[in-house]
């Protein structure tokens, strides 16, 4: 079975998303295309990596993942696609899969699938289309490329560690407003040492104890815990904690831990 997935900032309003698709059908009409999302912000490729990097692993080994984050063409433009744990992706290499990955992918290569001037402006049906359906059909790496070592390089805001103290920020707000940091659980352990702590934001605002789960809490009531992202997140239980408690996008948070 064939499955593509596509994480894009198109939209559903336009027809950007129609077209990728029918061009995707058009090509391998046995194709299971499956949605990670089209509503990430224009060009925010650390939005993107983080949806995606949540999920991915969640699907069939052989699955290709298809990013249409920045892809817009220019005659600097590179466009890539790897392997990486037995899964493919394709997109642009504008550090998106600097982001996504915690090692280096298996295999790179510079895509060099000929391109049509009349679809110039919209690499994702003429170029990306093409390559995630011929991975898609079987076709390795190398028949679609050019092997490179090398990708983009990003880099994204790290917890600051000052003894007993981790210094985060918030870098995503889901659907249901909950707030996730860049404190991940792994950093988070290492630090507590089974210890209490004392979470603080929003100047007066404290949390003092970890959840299992959104309900241990009345409703109403805000909470902290980390969820399918083994992320740090605020919320509040079946309510909306960003806009309840005023936290936004990079906001900082501090985790104090006491003897």
Not at 29 to 55: Q, R
Not at 183 to 199: A, C, G, P, S, V
Not at 233 to 250: C, D, P
Request: charged fraction near 20%; glycine fraction near 6%; proline fraction near 3%.
């Amino acid at each position: 079975m064939a499955i593509i997935t596509l994480t894009t900032d198109l939209g559903s309003k336009d027809f950007y998303q129609a077209a990728l698709k029918g061009s995707i059908l058009t090509i391998l009409p046995t194709a299971t295309i499956v949605d990670v999302t089209h509503e990430v912000p224009s060009f925010n490729i650390s939005h993107a990596a983080f949806v995606l990097k949540n999920c991915y692993l969640y699907f069939p080994k052989g699955t290709v993942h298809l990013i249409g984050i920045d892809s817009v063409f220019s005659e600097h433009t590179k466009y890539i696609a790897l392997k990486h744990k037995d899964h493919f992706f394709v997109g642009a290499d504008n550090g998106i899969f600097s982001l996504l990955f915690d090692e280096k992918p298996d295999e790179i290569v510079e895509l060099n699938i000929m391109q049509d001037l009349k679809y110039l402006h919209f690499p994702l049906v003429d170029i990306f289309v093409k390559a995630a359906t011929q991975l898609a059909r079987g076709a390795k790496l190398k028949d679609i490329g050019v092997p490179t070592e090398n990708i983009e390089e990003r880099m994204l805001l790290n917890p600051v560690i000052e003894r007993d103290i981790i210094r985060g920020s918030v870098i995503y707000i889901d659907t249901f407003s909950n707030v996730i940091t860049n404190i991940t659980k792994e950093l988070f352990t290492k630090i507590q040492r089974n210890r209490d702590f004392t979470l603080y934001f929003r100047k007066s605002e404290t949390i003092s104890q970890l959840s299992w789960h959104y309900n241990e809490v009345p409703e109403g009531e805000k909470l902290c815990l980390f969820g399918i992202s083994n992320h740090l997140e605020i919320a509040i239980n079946k309510g909306k904690a960003s806009g309840l408690l005023g936290l936004h996008l990079n906001d900082i948070v501090r985790v104090e831990f006491h003897p």
